[in-house]
């Protein structure tokens, strides 16, 4: 009793510690930038717009630390944790259990990482197991976690619909996928590569119980990995297994080391340096500073906070954040009505559709650190570049833009556009390119 209560007590005085450096908000560091901390301040008054926030309990906070432990090297001072201790909220609509603990074990990412990679997790009927996908087939480690591709092709060559994000800071995304509001967990949504057929992935769907057996048997190494972690073994490890170790894998996959992160750090390398039109991109990106025609670019207003997007989940001293964000773009306006393609028309479903159109065309606000090295873009992989993406925004919609006349569901913010001269696209371009 008294030594648990003693180390509840370090554990305080460690937390408290914790809380007292990351609530100064900027770094601390002689060599921040001004406007770097200009910038902080923006970011983090974006946090103010959570739309349910929640004090975690001291025992959800223990888990919290204990699971944060190994990844809270790529934390840096001032930035929130991603949300570990699942399943603990007292908020029912957002709860949801983790299929099995424990998580976020040096070995279990191990595991997680080995299993991101195998391709005898995956299943043809010319093949058999091991049809040559992978997780990291279309989400490559070399290329940020994505593939470069328009759509990515699974086992049986089916194209998906949408383009393939990057997995770094998944963590802190409220909702996986570009459109999918009810996908909280890493583990929920691992499930949908393996398992999914509309289109097929993985090509899994209906071998859930043959696929551990395969697994087993092929590589005896799993068998032991499983074993020690777990304590199961043969019929008793089923595809949970699988998607917990995988999801705490992409747990650990937190980067905020980019160009802009050691900016707003005030750590840049000495061979680095953030220039007056990377500077100048910044401002206008923020609406810190107007436009030569008097215009303010909404870009923050919705690429906000430290994920650059105002869909986020995380921890900042103690407490919990939630907010989820889809909005209307733009794009398309096929029937002059304001339809999106069919089976892409956003995170509402056809009978939300027919009650209420105007939630056409709705995608989650994607983060934008490195965005300079994922293109093509948006949730189809329909645009190409950064240029063309501010250009379409400028004119209130890709769909107005291209004479399809403007969707009426765009989002206000974007649907007034704004007048935006070569210039000042080019310096915007080149801030987008600091967040890599
Ligand atoms: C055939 C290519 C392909 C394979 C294989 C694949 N993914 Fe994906 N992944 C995608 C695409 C495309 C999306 C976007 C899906 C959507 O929005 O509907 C995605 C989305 C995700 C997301 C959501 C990220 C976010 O920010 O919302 C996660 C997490 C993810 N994949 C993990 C995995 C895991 C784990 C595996 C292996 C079990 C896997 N993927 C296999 C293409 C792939
Ligand atoms: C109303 C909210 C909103 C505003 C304002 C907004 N965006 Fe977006 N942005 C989104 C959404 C939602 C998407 C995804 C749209 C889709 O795929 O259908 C997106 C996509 C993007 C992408 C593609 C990212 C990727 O990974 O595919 C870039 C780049 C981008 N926005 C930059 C900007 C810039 C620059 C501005 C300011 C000129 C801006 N956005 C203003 C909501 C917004």
């Known amino acids: 009793m008294i030594r648990s209560s003693l180390s509840y007590i370090t554990f305080l005085a460690f937390f408290a510690m914790h809380c007292a450096k990351a609530s100064q908000g900027v770094p601390p560091s002689q060599s921040v930038d001004p406007l770097a901390s200009r910038t902080w301040q923006v970011i983090l008054k974006a946090e103010n717009s959570a739309q349910y926030t929640e004090e975690l309990d001291s025992e959800t906070l223990t888990l919290q630390a204990k699971n944060l432990a190994v990844v809270r090297a790529k934390i840096p001072p001032g930035y929130p944790e991603p949300y570990l201790p699942y399943g603990r909220l007292k908020n029912t609509t957002l709860d949801f259990q983790l299929a099995r603990e424990p998580f976020l074990s040096p070995e279990i990412i191990d595991l997680g990482k080995n299993l991101f990679a195998e391709t005898g997790l995956s299943y043809t009927a010319r093949h058999g197991f091991g049809a040559g996908?992978?997780?990291?087939?279309?989400?490559?480690?070399?290329?940020?976690?994505?593939?470069?591709?328009?759509?990515?092709?699974?086992?049986?060559?089916?194209?998906?619909?949408?383009?393939?994000?990057?997995?770094?800071?998944?963590?802190?995304?409220?909702?996986?996928?570009?459109?999918?509001?009810?996908?909280?967990?890493l583990e929920m949504?691992?499930?949908?590569?393996?398992?999914?057929?509309?289109?097929?992935?993985?090509?899994?769907?209906?071998?859930?119980?043959?696929?551990?057996?395969s697994l087993l048997g092929t590589n005896s190494g799993y068998a032991e990995q499983i074993e020690k972690i777990f304590g199961l073994k043969?019929?008793?490890?089923?595809?949970?297994?699988?998607?917990?170790?995988?999801?705490?894998?992409?747990?650990?996959?937190?980067?905020?080391?980019?160009?802009?992160?050691?900016?707003?750090?005030?750590?840049?390398?000495?061979?680095?340096?953030?220039?007056?039109?990377?500077?100048?991109?910044?401002?206008?990106?923020?609406?810190?500073?107007?436009l030569q025609s008097g215009d303010t670019l909404p870009c923050a207003q919705c690429h906000s906070g430290v994920l650059l997007s105002n869909s986020f989940q995380f921890v900042r001293n103690g407490r919990y954040y939630n907010r989820q964000s889809f909005h209307n773009t733009g794009l398309y306006n096929l029937d002059g009505k304001g339809a999106y393609p069919f089976k892409n028309t956003g995170f509402a479903t056809e009978s939300q559709l027919r009650t209420d159109p105007s939630l056409m065309?709705?995608?989650?606000?994607?983060?934008?650190?490195?965005?300079?090295?994922?293109?093509?873009?948006?949730?189809?992989?329909?645009?190409?570049?950064?240029?063309?993406?501010?250009?379409?925004?400028?004119?209130?919609?890709?769909?107005?833009?291209?004479?399809?006349?403007?969707?009426?569901?765009?989002?206000?913010?974007?649907?007034?556009?704004?007048?935006?001269?070569?210039?000042?696209?080019?310096?915007?371009?080149?801030?987008?390119?600091?967040?890599?």
């Open 133 to 185: 996908i992978s997780c990291a087939v279309c989400h490559v480690e070399t290329q940020v976690f994505t593939d470069g591709k328009k759509l990515s092709k699974g086992a049986e060559g089916d194209e998906t619909r949408r383009n393939t994000p990057t997995l770094y800071n998944a963590a802190y995304n409220s909702t996986l996928t570009w459109a999918n509001p009810v996908f909280p967990a």
């Open 189 to 213: 949504q691992a499930k949908i590569p393996l398992f999914g057929d509309d289109p097929i992935e993985m090509g899994l769907k209906g071998r859930e119980n043959e696929l551990s057996a």
């Open 234 to 290: 043969g019929d008793s490890v089923d595809y949970t297994v699988i998607t917990t170790a995988i999801a705490a894998y992409e747990r650990t996959l937190i980067n905020f080391d980019t160009k802009f992160d050691r900016f707003l750090q005030g750590r840049l390398r000495t061979d680095e340096r953030y220039d007056d039109a990377e500077k100048e991109g910044l401002e206008l990106f923020y609406g810190m500073k107007a």
């Open 361 to 436: 065309g709705q995608f989650r606000v994607p983060g934008l650190r490195f965005v300079g090295l994922t293109a093509p873009y948006a949730h189809d992989g329909s645009q190409d570049t950064l240029d063309s993406i501010i250009r379409d925004y400028a004119a209130g919609g890709r769909s107005k833009r291209s004479g399809e006349g403007q969707n009426p569901y765009v989002d206000p913010l974007i649907k007034k556009g704004f007048s935006i001269n070569d210039a000042e696209i080019a310096t915007l371009v080149k801030f987008l390119n600091t967040l890599q």
